[in-house]
């Protein structure tokens, strides 16, 4: 078999156990479906504002009121990807290292390319999947329109799938071992999520500083920026990827520097 | 050609000295065991001839090349049954073996090797569900799908029911029928005995004995003579009286042991004696491993 086709064989086979495995599912799943349905119900008609600051009488300030839901459907989509690609692939392969499963297939002829080719694309068809479902809930239950900007979308979708694919790699070198996966990587990400704006706008320029220095900002941006969240674009914004890119090369650098295969022995 | 080459092999980790100066080679077609103490080494050893660890000094070659660099075409022509490695475990058997399966040039029907290791019955059952026997005998079929020259054992019995060892015994002697080499680390003896060619004996990182198994047994040319103790007599002195291992049991060795066996049923069979559990044993290459790998 050539490797393009064993490399099409792991997806399948990658899809196979994703899809059998609750615990992956859920979290990919459940998470970004289940805040969109309550904090989608919670504050529907509300206003969110984009890329201004509320003023002294809570006035957006610099940027535009938008219906929350066509803010928040977005932000839950970019949720979506980081967990069907970061903390999946984080979680799922601390625990193949830590039961050998990673040196077992570096036993065998298969290339490394169609191993990470495999699970990459297989995160990748979950992230696809998990924004079309928060889309189609989104426009169902709340009114949300459809993304605008279609090309954009699938492009920052998958952009931003690959780059969080590679730092859920990259963060496994931080995990000593499976168990401590959750809080690791939940740690690594939950309270940047928060700062980067993903439920409601804020008003601290400290913490959206900080935030911007990580790529689930960015990435949140390219969503709503796709998904026509942000009234005067044309849906492509090149800084966010910009900024996605620069993260995945590196992160890619990192990785393949101080990637493990095995569990460290205790 | 020998299929392994190991010359003056070293790996330290750290301070430890892993594997100190280890020599030995393994002809095609041989089963060769590699039988040690637990951190004897046996395991660095192999994983040095896999590819896993890199050597600090020494030579190495399996099947002509060396593994540190040969890469994926060494990979294609080598099968492995590592210690701990799971597998995919929402998979079922067949979909594992056929995944593994297009991994390789010239692969078995996957159908043959299932069979093989006697997962038949569970070819439709994912991973997770199979119990640990059934686990390892799926890491045997992983090893053998490629159609491997070379075949890497490390322990593969180990947890095994008599019977399911039994029937991997089994497996391996087909396998060497077939014409593989295969490299197996074991604790048991007995299973060193059954299998291997040769045998290697390593202990703290160093080589103690190499032979065929008969002649490591040969190395102890003391004869075991016991039984019962009858009641009332003075039993003649035949050989070194060493302990008898339970009441009432008699033990002599000694390195001529017709002239002793004579003597003794001579005086038995004057005396009208019938000795009850009357045993003649040569030292089982557990007793000599014992005896080479004891702490020094």
């Known amino acids: ?266 | 050609m020998a299929a392994i080459v190991v010359e003056e092999l070293r790996k330290s980790y750290g301070s430890l000295h892993a594997v100190r100066g280890v020599s030995f080679s393994v002809e095609p077609g041989e089963v060769f065991g590699l039988l040690g103490p637990n951190g004897a080494g046996k395991t660095t050893i192999v994983e040095i001839l896999e590819g896993y660890r890199h050597r600090d000094a020494g030579r190495v070659e399996v099947l002509g090349a060396d593994p540190a660099t040969a890469g994926r075409d060494l990979r294609r022509r080598v099968g492995m049954v590592l210690q701990e490695c799971a597998v995919e475990p929402y998979l079922t058997v067949r979909e594992v073996v056929d995944l593994h399966r297009g991994y390789y040039p010239k692969p078995l029907p996957t159908d043959d090797v299932v069979e093989l290791v006697g997962l038949e019955e569970k070819a439709g059952v994912r991973v997770k569900k199979l119990s640990g026997g059934q686990q390892r005998r799926l890491d045997l079929a992983l090893a053998l799908i490629g159609d491997p020259e070379l075949v890497f054992l490390d322990e593969p019995t180990t947890g095994f029911d008599p019977s399911a060892r039994r029937n991997a015994w089994e497996i391996v002697r087909g396998m060497r029928k077939l014409g593989k080499t295969i490299l197996l680390t074991t604790h048991y003896m007995d299973e060193a005995q059954n299998l291997t060619d040769r045998v290697c004996v390593v202990s703290a990182g160093e080589v103690v004995r190499i032979g065929t198994p008969g002649s490591l047994r040969a190395e102890r040319a003391e004869t075991r003579i016991q039984f019962i103790r009858p009641d009332g007599v003075t039993v003649p002195k035949v050989g070194e009286v060493v302990p008898g291992g339970e009441d009432g049991l008699i033990a002599m060795i000694t390195e001529t042991p017709t002239k002793a066996l004579h003597e003794l049923t001579e005086w038995a069979v004057a005396r009208g004696i019938e000795l009850q559990r009357l045993e003649v044993t040569q030292p089982s290459l557990e007793d000599v491993y014992l005896e080479l790998t004891r702490d020094e």
Not at chain 1, 1 to 23: C, G, H, K, Y
Not at chain 1, 31 to 50: E, H, R, S
């Open chain 1, 1 to 266: 078999m050539s490797d393009a086709t064993i490399a099409l064989a792991q997806v399948r086979a990658e899809q196979r156990s994703f899809w059998r495995n609750p615990a992956a599912a859920f979290f990919g799943f459940g998470f970004p479906i289940m805040f969109l349905l309550i904090f989608g119900t919670i504050f529907k008609g509300d206003k969110a504002c984009i890329d201004g600051s509320y003023g002294a009488q809570g006035q957006c300030v610099g940027g535009a009121l938008v219906p929350y839901n066509t803010f928040f459907v977005p932000a839950m989509a970019a949720w979506g990807v980081i967990t069907s690609c970061f903390v999946n692939l984080a979680a799922t392969i601390s625990i193949r290292r830590d039961s050998g499963l990673l040196k077992r297939l570096r036993g065998t002829p298969l290339s490394l390319p169609a191993f990470v080719v495999g699970i990459v694309g297989s995160a990748l068809i979950a992230a696809l999947i998990v924004v079309a479902l928060t889309a189609i809930v989104g426009h169902i239950f709340y009114g949300a329109p459809w993304p605008v900007h279609w090309l954009p979308a699938v492009a920052s979708v998958l952009l931003g799938g690959v780059v969080f694919c590679v730092l859920g790699l990259l963060i496994t070198v931080l995990i000593p071992n499976a168990d401590a996966a959750p809080a690791v990587v939940n740690f690594s990400y939950l309270p940047i999520l928060f700062i980067s704006g993903f439920f409601f706008s804020f008003n601290n320029t400290v913490l959206q500083d900080i935030a911007k220095v990580f790529p689930v900002y960015w990435f949140k941006e390219a969503m709503l920026t796709a998904f026509g969240a942000k009234p005067s674009s044309s849906g492509w914004n090149g800084q966010d990827l910009l900024v996605l890119l620069i993260w995945g090369v590196v992160g890619l650098a990192v990785t393949l520097r101080f990637f493990r295969w095995e569990s460290r022995r205790v």
